[in-house]
């Protein structure tokens, strides 16, 4: 439309997306008269960062703490005609979108900012945006159409311990992959870290005991999507490395680590593992296999 005053808008959102879910903002009766969601963001101020912007427009309008990724995707749309502040303009919006996550104990999404441009957050089933259940602006379906999970791929080194019939597990807490499921004490291998080196830190720091490291046993991989312990919703890649170790006669496992992602440490005995009474992740039937480990004898 000629003659129309111009406006240009430059605006950060966050795409953040958990266990099938995507953090949405209900738009202001003001901005929209019917139900209408958005991606959780908003203009830059002068001399903001993008990055800073987005951070402190989710807190405003979600009142969650959020992390912001490296990479972002930008969206142009131009609005002649649109109304904004009382009149017509001819408008112009740069929408800089970000990969984003939040703790996974995070509390519910509540709108701090008051008399803003949103009245509501929630967590909304993704499958009910993309089939337009949840009434969204288009931004949204193309920022989602865009986004792909982080993709993390690890390097874990994992301890194979026998004591009699049983073998040493923990079982993963709330705040790891595979909640509930049982396996092998282990981790990450730290930049720089020698694999058997990682064994003992772990060891000693989930089960709080010292142990002797043998040969490697088994290399095993796994590849999944799903919520990490930061919150960040990850395209996962993990190599483990299995070896066989030992521990002291008089050694006696507990849960070392509080707050982690361990939850508990016990003798599991192979009869429980054989029979699918015990949840273990593929890891360990793999270890177990490698190993050559006999039968546990049942009668």
Same mark, same amino acid.
Request: with cysteine.
């Given at each position: 439309?000629?003659?129309?005053p111009?406006?240009?808008?430059?605006?950060?959102?966050?795409?953040?997306?958990?266990?099938?879910?995507?953090?949405l903002?209900?738009?202001?009766?003001?901005?929209?008269?019917?139900?209408?969601?958005?991606? &959780?963001?908003?203009?830059?101020?002068?001399?903001?960062? &993008?990055?800073?912007?987005?951070?402190?427009?989710?807190?405003?309008?979600?009142g969650? @703490?959020?992390?912001?990724?490296?990479?972002?995707?930008?969206?142009? /749309?131009?609005?002649?005609?649109?109304?904004?502040d009382?009149? =017509?303009?001819?408008?112009? /919006?740069?929408?800089?979108?970000?990969?984003?996550?939040?703790?996974?104990?995070?509390?519910?999404?509540?709108?701090?900012?008051?008399?803003?441009?949103?009245?509501?957050?929630?967590?909304?089933?993704?499958?009910?945006?993309?089939?337009?259940?949840?009434?969204?602006?288009?931004?949204?379906?193309?920022?989602?159409?865009?986004?792909?999970?982080?993709?993390?791929?690890?390097?874990?080194?994992?301890? *194979?311990?026998?004591?009699?019939?049983?073998?040493?597990?923990?079982?993963?807490?709330?705040?790891? %992959?595979?909640?509930?499921?049982?396996?092998? #004490?282990?981790?990450?291998?730290?930049?720089?870290?020698?694999?058997?080196?990682?064994?003992?830190?772990?060891?000693?720091?989930?089960?709080?005991?010292?142990?002797?490291?043998g040969?490697?046993?088994?290399? @095993?991989?796994?590849?999944?999507?799903?919520?990490? #312990?930061?919150?960040?919703?990850?395209? %996962?890649?993990?190599?483990?490395?299995v %070896?066989?170790?030992? *521990?002291?006669?008089?050694?006696? &496992?507990? *849960?070392?680590?509080?707050?982690?992602?361990?939850?508990?440490?016990?003798?599991?005995? *192979?009869?429980?593992?054989?029979?699918?009474?015990? &949840?273990?992740?593929?890891?360990?039937?793999?270890?177990?296999?490698?190993?050559?480990?006999? =039968?546990?004898?049942t009668?």
């Amino acid at each position: 439309m000629v003659g129309l005053p111009k406006r240009q808008r430059v605006a950060a959102y966050a795409v953040i997306i958990r266990e099938g879910r995507i953090l949405l903002s209900r738009l202001s009766p003001s901005i929209a008269s019917e139900e209408l969601w958005t991606l &959780p963001g908003g203009g830059l101020d002068h001399g903001e960062d &993008p990055r800073d912007a987005v951070i402190r427009e989710v807190y405003e309008e979600t009142g969650l @703490h959020a992390v912001v990724g490296e990479t972002a995707r930008v969206y142009s /749309a131009h609005l002649p005609g649109v109304w904004r502040d009382g009149r =017509r303009v001819d408008a112009h /919006a740069l929408r800089i979108v970000y990969d984003g996550w939040v703790p996974v104990d995070a509390p519910e999404p509540r709108v701090v900012e008051v008399d803003g441009s949103t009245v509501e957050a929630a967590w909304k089933p993704l499958g009910d945006v993309l089939d337009e259940t949840v009434p969204v602006v288009p931004m949204v379906l193309e920022a989602v159409a865009d986004h792909r999970p982080f993709r993390h791929q690890r390097l874990g080194a994992y301890a *194979l311990i026998r004591r009699a019939d049983a073998v040493l597990l923990v079982r993963i807490s709330g705040l790891g %992959f595979h909640t509930g499921s049982w396996t092998l #004490p282990g981790g990450g291998v730290d930049h720089g870290e020698a694999p058997r080196s990682a064994v003992i830190r772990e060891v000693r720091e989930e089960a709080g005991v010292e142990c002797q490291v043998g040969e490697l046993v088994a290399v @095993h991989d796994d590849h999944f999507s799903g919520t990490a #312990p930061s919150g960040r919703y990850e395209d %996962f890649h993990s190599v483990a490395l299995v %070896f066989a170790a030992d *521990l002291e006669a008089a050694a006696e &496992p507990r *849960l070392a680590e509080q707050g982690g992602t361990s939850a508990e440490v016990a003798w599991v005995p *192979l009869a429980e593992i054989e029979s699918g009474q015990r &949840p273990v992740l593929p890891l360990v039937r793999e270890a177990l296999s490698a190993a050559e480990w006999p =039968r546990p004898r049942t009668g």
